[in-house]
């Protein structure tokens, strides 16, 4: 069959994960590091891409990375990922992290981002991915803004990839 006639709901590769924040992972103010958080959430956010496109995926960026507010030792971390747009052998996902305060019954904000996929074979080439279904208006919305943040970062991919190609050996330097 042919791959591009595959489409799958965003309900399907949504995915979530918990972690509860120990002294190892904190700096000296007791605050989880963002380093640790961007590995969460690329994580989660690996875990999305991988089930939409059922195939290996790598990361190809990261950006809109907000830190709204810190994470503290002993705190309930829950990530959930979820497929906003699928293009041709990429995805965007969206990522947000939460703070579960079990008393209260209550989830803080605590960060967001948008992260980009490829979908790859074992030798690393990449792989035409199932097109998104959205099912909801929030999933709708959240289809459009992918399709404008890819505008504008293919600008960007594309400025970086001829400067890396003018300058050669000297882009290391
Ligand atoms: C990401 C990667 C596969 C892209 O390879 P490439 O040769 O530049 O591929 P192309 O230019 O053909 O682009 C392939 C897709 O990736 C997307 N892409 C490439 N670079 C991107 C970037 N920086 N941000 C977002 N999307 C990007 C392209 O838009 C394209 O999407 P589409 O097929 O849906 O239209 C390659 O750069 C890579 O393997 N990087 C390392 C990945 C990795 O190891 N990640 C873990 C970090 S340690």
């Known amino acids: 069959m042919d791959d591009v006639a595959i489409t799958r709901r965003v309900s ?4 979530e994960r918990s ?8 700096n000296a103010l007791g605050n989880l590091f963002g380093g640790r958080l961007m590995q ?5 956010g690996a875990m999305a891409a991988s089930r939409h496109a059922r195939a290996i995926t ?26 906003n747009r699928a293009f041709k052998t990429s995805m965007e996902v969206g990522v ?10 209550q989830l803080r904000h605590v ?12 030798e690393g080439g990449g792989i035409t991915v199932p097109q998104l279904i959205c099912e909801t208006d929030h999933q709708r919305r959240r289809y459009e803004d992918a399709g404008r943040r890819r505008e504008m970062r ?11 190609e003018q300058l050669g050996a000297e882009w290391n330097l």
């Open 12 to 15: 399907e590769s949504q995915s």
């Open 58 to 83: 790598v990361t190809a960026s990261m950006d809109h990375l907000d830190f709204v507010a810190p994470v503290h030792v002993g705190d309930l971390l829950i990530l959930k990922a979820s497929v």
């Open 154 to 164: 293919s600008g960007e991919v594309l400025r970086k990839k001829r400067l890396r």
């Open 40 to 44: 969460f959430i690329d994580l989660v």
């Open 96 to 105: 947000k992290a939460m703070v579960e305060d079990v008393r209260k019954q």
């Open 111 to 122: 960060s967001s981002a948008y992260l980009t996929y490829v979908a790859v074979d074992r």
């Open 19 to 26: 972690e509860i924040i120990f002294p190892a992972d904190a």
